[in-house]
């Protein structure tokens, strides 16, 4: 069966600092992958999506990059993090089976800039 | 569009009672339609989906409906539980963009005891 882990669960972090958040996939080969952030009490953004190793698109502007180094290994990061990236960082995964298919979710991560 | 940045709309229903809960969604070319629960402090879960070639699908205490020429999609959940309390999520996504799953604002279900 298929698994997404994504890590950590919790994270404080000071403005300027880096930032480096990990998910991956297990049970499965050439996942479609998302990055969603969501806002306290607020709905999921879309911040970037892949379809394939090195195939990444940026769905809004903003202080973050994503990187895809192997196929089930999806990376959030930041150089320098800000006050206004604080919020619940959600890591998806779903078939790339064509004709659009149900998103697996990880647990999430709480990222909290001080 | 994506509508992140509202504050989430309530509905309160009694428990036993039928709750409906309702997403507009703006690209008609979509084809494909997601509804997910999502309970505090996790990610969400999937519930039910529908393709735009159905306009009603069933599944255990809930249905979509969806309504391709008003861009409307609905969710009904049957016999409601306290166990239903939750933020719901719709999902939009098209073959033109990768079907990549865009989501709505959201909705939160309180289940009255």
């Known amino acids: 069966s298929q698994t997404i882990h994504q890590w950590p669960a919790t994270l404080v972090q000071p403005v300027g600092s880096p930032l480096s958040l990990e998910c991956t996939v297990e049970?499965?080969?050439?996942?479609?992958l998302y990055w969603y952030r969501q806002a306290a009490g607020r709905g999921l953004q879309l911040l970037f999506y892949?379809?394939?190793?090195?195939?990444i698109s940026s769905e809004v502007p903003q202080n973050l990059s994503a990187s895809r180094p192997q196929d089930r290994q999806f990376i959030l990061s930041s150089k320098k993090l800000l006050l206004s990236d604080s919020g619940f960082y959600l890591c998806?995964?779903?078939?790339?089976?064509?004709?659009?298919?149900?998103?697996?979710f990880g647990q999430g991560t709480r990222l909290t800039v001080v | 569009g994506e509508s992140v940045g509202l504050h989430l709309p309530t509905l309160s229903v009694q428990e036993g009672d039928n709750s409906i809960i309702n997403c507009a969604y703006s690209?008609?070319?979509?084809?494909?339609f997601i509804w997910y629960k999502q309970e505090s402090g996790k990610g969400p879960q999937f519930i039910i989906d529908?393709?735009?070639?159905?306009d009603k699908r069933q599944g255990q205490r809930v249905t979509v409906l969806l309504n391709k020429t008003v861009k409307h999609l609905s969710l009904q959940i049957a016999a409601t539980q306290p166990g239903d309390s939750a933020v719901y999520f719709c999902?939009?996504?098209?073959?033109?963009?990768?079907?990549?799953?865009?989501f709505g604002s959201g909705t939160r279900l309180l289940v009255r005891p």
């Open positions: 998806a995964w779903s078939d790339d089976r064509g004709g659009g298919t149900e998103a697996f």
């Open positions: 049970g499965t080969s050439n996942p479609n």
């Open positions: 892949s379809v394939g190793i090195g195939q």
């Open positions: 690209n008609s070319a979509s084809d494909y």
């Open positions: 529908i393709r735009s070639n159905m």
């Open positions: 999902a939009e996504s098209r073959m033109d963009s990768s079907y990549k799953l865009i």
